[in-house]
């Protein structure tokens, strides 16, 4: 997410901790927060699509979403590669 009139780590502080004990309820296997030049990145691996379409459609998480600096323009969604092991 981009930083706009507030910062992204003012909505980590916020909603970061909402949002991570969520994600590890739903089985989150790998995550990471990555501090960006104009904003933050916050990467999440779960087993199955099943459990992230479960994770992301769970209430505090759209809430969180819709909350982020700039929800139409600053929040950027990308489906990723598995990890192996």
């Known amino acids: 997410m981009l930083d706009a009139e507030t910062s992204a780590s003012e909505w980590r502080q916020a909603h970061g901790r909402a949002f ?8 989150a296997m ?3 927060w990555k501090h960006l030049e ?4 916050f990467e999440i691996a779960f087993r199955t699509d099943g459990i992230r379409d479960e ?10 979403l819709a909350a ?3 929800p139409h323009h600053g929040l950027m969604i990308s489906v990723g590669h598995r990890r192996r092991s």
Do not use: Y
Request: net charge positive; glycine share 8%; charged share 20%.
């Open 55 to 64: 994770f992301a459609g769970q209430p505090l998480i759209k809430a969180a």
């Open 68 to 70: 982020v600096p700039d």
């Open 30 to 32: 790998w995550w990471s």
């Open 38 to 41: 104009h904003g933050l990145a």
């Open 20 to 27: 991570l004990t969520t994600a590890l309820r739903d089985r």
